[in-house]
């Protein structure tokens, strides 16, 4: 007697199909890509806003063209067309600005003074030479950044003192210009008001002078004696 044959597994179609591992790639690419937008979205709201290096992720000092190619590849990412990111247009407008200000050579010449000045300073507090290995270790780029970044608040604190106490001083030289076109303003309209009335005054003059002119002269009056 012959053993039978196990039944053999029923298959569907969905079963006997390929797998399309070119639509799983791309969806892998795709998630990946998001990844890199969000990383890099959070990276430029985390960066110090008022150092435009560290907003876009380059090197203090870093060559023109270099500002221009980072900011295309990074602008591209983010851009908020270009990803569904909440965040996106906050980061994108830090960017451009950050870009902006590095392009602008008056601007970029005060940053980079502030980091040299942040690196002097840091020098100095750990009597470090120019030679010291030090310089070369994450432990001191950390500080030069922390560094930087107090160097870049005190500069700012002082501008807008400055900018304040100069919007003062326009304010007082404001309103005393003011001060003195009113005056002159009161002064014009005080002569015109003499010049209308310089003609009813010089006839009043001359009406005063006719009458005292055809008055006759009174005759004194002679004191009375007592009789007696």
């Known amino acids: ?29 795709s998630e990946a890509k998001e990844w890199d937008k969000d990383a890099e979205i959070d990276r430029i709201l985390k960066a110090f806003r008022l150092n435009a290096y560290a907003v876009l992720g380059l090197k203090p000092g870093a060559p023109e063209s270099d500002i221009k190619n980072l900011y295309r590849k990074k602008s591209l990412l983010i851009h908020p067309d270009k990803t569904k990111n909440p965040l996106a247009p906050d980061a994108f407008d830090r960017l451009k600005k950050a870009q902006t200000e590095l392009m602008d050579e008056k601007h970029r010449a005060r940053l980079d003074e502030a980091i040299a000045d942040a690196r002097m300073l840091l020098m ?16 001191f780029e950390k500080k030069w950044d922390e560094k930087t970044v107090f160097v870049l608040v005190e500069n700012e604190q002082r501008r807008r003192r400055q900018m304040k106490a100069q919007m003062q001083e326009e304010g007082r030289e404001q ?36 009458g005292k002119n055809g008055e ?13």
């Open 1 to 29: 007697m012959s053993t039978p044959k196990p039944a053999e597994a029923a298959t569907t179609p969905a079963d006997t199909a390929p797998v399309d591992t070119r639509d799983a790639l791309e969806v892998l690419e």
């Open 124 to 139: 100095r507090e750990m009597k470090l030479t120019v030679d010291s290995e030090e310089l070369r270790t994450p432990e």
């Open 175 to 210: 309103r005393k210009q003011d001060e003195e076109i009113e005056q002159r303003k009161k002064k014009r309209q005080h002569e015109e008001d003499w010049e209308k009335t310089r003609d009813q005054r010089i006839d009043s003059w001359r009406q005063f002078q006719k």
């Open 216 to 228: 006759p002269e009174k005759k004194k009056k002679k004191k009375l004696k007592p009789i007696g």
